[in-house]
């Protein structure tokens, strides 16, 4: 069995970046990501990427002029708004909150303690994409 039919189903958020190589740098520097495989596409962008967090994987890659990049929308083209956000559960959220902002994160929710359970925080990285943090772990709720 290939490892792909082997792993559970899984959901891998991808986002598209104008500037896909800072932005990989950002995520890795400031929200804690790791690279797993970046593929350059000559001209200077990114054909594809995948980051790490944790169990989780990110995909982006630069927007392009082609029918894919065509669904896209850079969160500065619609008014800084977005249709979907990434939560990425962290262990010490207060610590993660701390060199977030210290690196100079645009936090769009300060840290708090949801009534759902857990700490969190919200946050925007330097294109405009929403990304939420927290401590709270879906998978451990009935």
Sequence with gaps: MSEATSRPSAIVPSLRYRDAPAMIEWLCRVLGFERHAVYEDGEGGIAHAQLRFGDGMLMLGSIRDDAWGARFAAPADVGNRVTQSCYCIVADTDGHYARAKAAGA?????????????????????????????????????
Excluded: K, M, N
Excluded at 114 to 120: C, D, K, L, Q, V
Excluded at 124 to 139: I, V
């Design 106 to 142: 645009e936090i769009v929710d300060e840290l708090h303690s949801p009534e759902h359970g857990g700490r969190a925080y919200g946050c925007r990285d330097p294109e405009g994409q929403l990304w939420w943090f927290g401590s709270y772990d879906p998978w451990q709720t009935p």
